[in-house]
């Protein structure tokens, strides 16, 4: 055990943020501490951190461990540049080597006792350095900061300049390096493109350390903890295995606590009426049995109504109307800031009912191409087309399509005059803003709570084609999931930019990455766009890579081009494709287990436990004679397969 959290209470005013909250921290364990917003995580992290002090309860951490805590927010000040800044985690390691060097120089024109104190001291400096890795510090220093994103170029910026994304990326950068025995982060993937973010995920899984992590990327949890604690109701219930596995788990509790309290509520009822009919009666005998009957339901230790009865946020996207087959026609597009090209000849074209996500490294230009096709940014070049009866709807991540003047039932009154105030205060109660919040002005708003609003905007515009710009940022796990089902429930287009990779999985039909100023297409979700990307270089892959790219990049008239492909056997033949990828991997995956079997059948028939037991030596050699006739089988297939794609 590294941490030990134990019936910690803590209330601001009369709200009970966290009641009786018990769990522990294991040494190398990686856990996800997971709940709603306003669940109360931070606080805990800063409980924990002893920034905060709980009302009841403990918190022990384990005797010399180090704790180091990443917040969502950093304050990371002064004249140092990144690099420096950095840098600065390996001083004293530094300082070893730079002490090293200066011995060694010295025992050159050194003598006697002075020279025997100077060889001593350089053992000792020499083997500490090695102990503290030294001769790898730099290579790390260097490695960490590539794998957060940060290339040379950013190097020597100051800290002074730097966004508040860099900052926290900054930050990480310094916690990863001084290795603590117990790192707590809180959405430490917030500000990392994809790529940094897959870092990360191998950075934490092969850590020695412990990890305790707050993060609604429940892609990354997935990748990385095992095991989840989710803060609900002001408590903590503990689930082992990663979010998926807790997202199974907690589904059949919530079953059961709706199938509980259900029944709990229908026997109230039935006790209820029977009162009712027994006083209706007025009779002295009657009467008292149904007084009998209230002390028995005052006695009654009633269920609390499951959380997702309260879930709250009700989204339905509903198109107004049916649009064209072409939905979105882009043709050679290209934009440059400055002298920083960002794309050109991007040739694109969507189709009705397809679910479109936008990827790429930050800084590629994703945001830019969704407001040229607004029309919030004017490219240099190039053109984007509507088709027939395109109606448009845009979620802004900047979240600045409001009138900051505005409370949110004006905002919602003016953007759409015809409804009436009851229907104004229905909206909003759906999304979450009851009684008085109706009333609060934009400006006041959180960003989760601009994001509601946003999504609720959406809902009412009834567009055919929604352009949304991180739509999953500020939102909970639980608003994920609800506009996952909204989109996948959604007979509209959908074209969005998300770092969200489980949002992308779910929702996606085909995912697109702007990547060295072009786009590249790929049919599927999020897997499947890895798993082509990660066999490409296979020879079966090598055909439909091609066309897919030159499909979205050959000229300016690759959208008439495209159009001329029969949809449906195009589709057909990428099914046929990921069909033939995945048998491939399955003989491969066949492979590599009878291989490996057949390698421990081989060690244990040597063993002296078995080599004379005839009974046993019979049996690993009818199991060794199968596993050869099932190994030639699917090296012959895969061979057929693979030579012949």
Same mark, same amino acid.
């Not at 909250?21 to 190398?28: A, G, Q, S, T």
């Given at each position: 055990?590294?941490?030990?959290?134990?019936?910690?209470?803590?209330?601001?005013?009369?709200?009970?943020?966290?009641?009786?909250?018990?769990?522990?921290?294991?040494?190398?364990?990686?856990?996800?501490?997971?709940?709603?917003?306003?669940?109360?995580? %931070?606080?805990?992290?800063?409980?924990?951190?002893?920034?905060?002090?709980?009302?009841?309860? @403990?918190?022990?951490?384990?005797?010399?461990?180090?704790?180091?805590?990443?917040?969502?927010?950093?304050?990371?000040?002064?004249?140092?540049?990144?690099?420096?800044? &950095?840098?600065? #985690?390996?001083?004293?390691?530094?300082?070893?080597?730079?002490?090293?060097?200066?011995?060694?120089?010295?025992?050159?024109?050194?003598?006697?006792?002075?020279?025997?104190?100077?060889?001593?001291?350089?053992?000792?400096?020499?083997?500490?350095?090695?102990?503290?890795?030294?001769?790898?510090?730099? %290579?790390?220093?260097?490695? &960490?900061?590539?794998?957060?994103?940060?290339?040379?170029?950013?190097?020597?910026?100051?800290?002074?300049?730097?966004?508040?994304?860099?900052?926290?990326? &900054?930050?990480?950068?310094?916690?990863?390096?001084?290795?603590?025995?117990?790192?707590?982060?809180?959405?430490?993937?917030?500000?990392?493109? $994809?790529?940094?973010?897959?870092?990360?995920?191998?950075?934490?899984?092969?850590?020695?350390?412990?990890?305790?992590?707050?993060?609604? *990327?429940?892609?990354?949890?997935?990748?990385?903890?095992?095991?989840?604690?989710?803060?609900?109701?002001?408590?903590?219930?503990?689930?082992?295995?990663?979010?998926?596995?807790?997202?199974?788990?907690?589904?059949?509790?919530?079953?059961?606590?709706? +199938?509980?309290?259900?029944?709990?509520?229908?026997?109230?009822?039935?006790?209820?009426? #029977?009162?009712? +009919?027994?006083?209706?009666?007025?009779?002295?005998?009657?009467?008292?049995?149904?007084?009998?009957?209230?002390?028995?339901?005052?006695?009654? *230790?009633?269920?609390?109504?499951?959380?997702?009865?309260?879930?709250?946020?009700?989204?339905?996207? @509903?198109?107004?109307?049916? %649009?064209?087959?072409?939905?979105?026609?882009?043709?050679?597009?290209?934009?440059?800031?400055?002298?920083? +090209?960002?794309?050109?000849?991007?040739?694109?074209?969507?189709?009705?009912?397809?679910?479109?996500?936008?990827?790429?490294?930050?800084?590629? =230009?994703?945001?830019?191409?969704?407001?040229?096709?607004?029309?919030? #940014?004017?490219?240099?070049?190039?053109?984007?087309?509507?088709?027939?009866?395109?109606?448009?709807?845009?979620?802004?991540?900047?979240?600045?399509?409001?009138?900051?003047?505005?409370?949110?039932?004006?905002?919602?009154?003016?953007?759409?005059?015809?409804?009436?105030?009851?229907?104004?205060?229905?909206?909003?109660?759906?999304?979450?803003?009851?009684?008085?919040?109706?009333?609060?002005?934009?400006?006041?708003?959180?960003?989760?709570?601009? =994001?509601? $609003?946003?999504?609720?905007?959406?809902?009412?515009?009834?567009?055919?084609?929604?352009?949304?710009?991180?739509?999953?940022?500020?939102?909970?796990?639980?608003?994920?999931?609800?506009?996952?089902?909204?989109?996948?429930?959604?007979?509209?287009?959908?074209?969005?930019?998300?770092?969200?990779?489980?949002?992308?999985?779910?929702?996606? @039909?085909?995912?697109?990455?702007?990547?060295?100023?072009?786009?590249?297409?790929?049919?599927?979700?999020?897997? *499947?766009?890895?798993?082509?990307?990660?066999?490409?270089?296979?020879?079966?892959?090598?055909?439909?890579?091609?066309?897919?790219?030159?499909?979205?990049?050959?000229?300016?008239?690759?959208?008439?081009?495209?159009?001329?492909?029969?949809?449906?056997?195009?589709?057909?033949?990428?099914?046929?494709?990921?069909?033939?990828?995945?048998?491939?991997?399955?003989?491969? +995956?066949?492979?590599?287990?009878?291989?490996?079997?057949?390698?421990?059948?081989?060690?244990?028939?040597?063993?002296?436990?078995?080599?004379?037991?005839?009974?046993?030596?019979?049996? $690993?050699?009818?199991?060794?004679?199968?596993?050869?006739?099932?190994?030639?089988?699917?090296?012959?297939?895969?061979?057929?397969?693979? %030579?012949?794609?």
């Amino acid at each position: 055990m590294i941490l030990s959290v134990s019936n910690i209470d803590k209330s601001f005013g009369d709200a009970a943020v966290l009641t009786g909250v018990c769990f522990l921290v294991n040494e190398h364990e990686k856990v996800a501490l997971i709940g709603r917003n306003g669940a109360g995580k %931070s606080t805990l992290f800063k409980i924990i951190m002893g920034e905060l002090s709980a009302d009841t309860g @403990t918190v022990t951490v384990s005797r010399d461990a180090h704790i180091g805590y990443l917040s969502q927010h950093q304050d990371i000040t002064g004249d140092r540049t990144v690099f420096e800044e &950095v840098h600065s #985690v390996k001083d004293r390691v530094f300082a070893m080597e730079a002490r090293m060097r200066l011995l060694e120089e010295n025992m050159k024109h050194a003598e006697g006792d002075a020279l025997d104190a100077m060889y001593r001291e350089y053992n000792a400096v020499s083997h500490e350095f090695e102990q503290a890795g030294g001769y790898a510090a730099e %290579s790390e220093v260097v490695g &960490v900061l590539r794998g957060l994103g940060f290339d040379e170029s950013n190097w020597d910026k100051r800290a002074s300049v730097l966004s508040g994304g860099q900052k926290t990326r &900054v930050a990480l950068a310094k916690l990863l390096l001084e290795a603590p025995d117990l790192l707590l982060l809180d959405e430490p993937t917030n500000h990392l493109d $994809l790529n940094s973010v897959a870092w990360l995920e191998t950075f934490l899984s092969n850590y020695k350390g412990a990890v305790l992590i707050v993060s609604h *990327d429940r892609y990354f949890l997935n990748k990385i903890v095992t095991k989840v604690v989710e803060l609900e109701r002001t408590k903590a219930m503990v689930f082992p295995g990663n979010y998926d596995e807790f997202a199974a788990k907690k589904a059949m509790i919530r079953d059961a606590e709706r +199938k509980a309290y259900e029944k709990q509520q229908a026997e109230i009822h039935h006790q209820e009426e #029977v009162i009712a +009919k027994l006083r209706s009666f007025g009779r002295e005998k009657q009467i008292k049995r149904a007084e009998s009957r209230v002390k028995m339901l005052e006695k009654i *230790d009633r269920l609390e109504k499951p959380a997702e009865e309260e879930s709250g946020m009700v989204l339905k996207l @509903t198109p107004h109307m049916e %649009s064209g087959n072409d939905v979105l026609i882009i043709s050679d597009l290209a934009k440059s800031y400055n002298a920083q +090209k960002l794309f050109e000849h991007i040739n694109l074209l969507i189709r009705k009912g397809e679910k479109v996500a936008l990827l790429g490294d930050n800084g590629t =230009g994703k945001t830019t191409l969704l407001k040229i096709v607004r029309g919030l #940014v004017q490219p240099d070049a190039g053109t984007v087309r509507f088709g027939a009866k395109v109606y448009v709807g845009y979620y802004d991540q900047e979240q600045q399509n409001f009138n900051e003047q505005n409370n949110l039932f004006e905002e919602i009154s003016d953007a759409y005059p015809g409804m009436s105030n009851t229907e104004i205060r229905n909206t909003l109660a759906a999304f979450c803003f009851t009684g008085d919040e109706a009333f609060q002005p934009i400006s006041s708003l959180s960003g989760g709570e601009r =994001g509601r $609003l946003s999504l609720a905007k959406l809902m009412l515009g009834e567009a055919n084609l929604l352009l949304l710009d991180e739509p999953t940022n500020h939102l909970d796990i639980l608003g994920r999931e609800i506009l996952e089902d909204a989109i996948n429930a959604y007979t509209g287009t959908v074209f969005y930019v998300s770092h969200d990779r489980y949002f992308v999985n779910k929702t996606a @039909t085909r995912v697109l990455e702007l990547t060295r100023s072009t786009i590249l297409s790929y049919d599927g979700n999020y897997d *499947d766009y890895l798993a082509f990307k990660e066999r490409k270089e296979a020879a079966v892959f090598g055909a439909p890579l091609t066309e897919n790219t030159a499909a979205v990049n050959k000229s300016s008239s690759a959208p008439e081009t495209e159009s001329k492909l029969d949809w449906k056997e195009q589709k057909e033949a990428q099914a046929q494709q990921r069909k033939l990828a995945n048998r491939i991997a399955a003989l491969e +995956k066949t492979i590599e287990e009878c291989e490996s079997r057949i390698a421990e059948i081989d060690e244990l028939m040597v063993s002296p436990e078995i080599c004379t037991n005839s009974l046993r030596l019979s049996e $690993l050699t009818a199991e060794k004679e199968a596993l050869d006739e099932k190994l030639l089988e699917a090296m012959t297939e895969w061979e057929e397969l693979t %030579s012949t794609n």
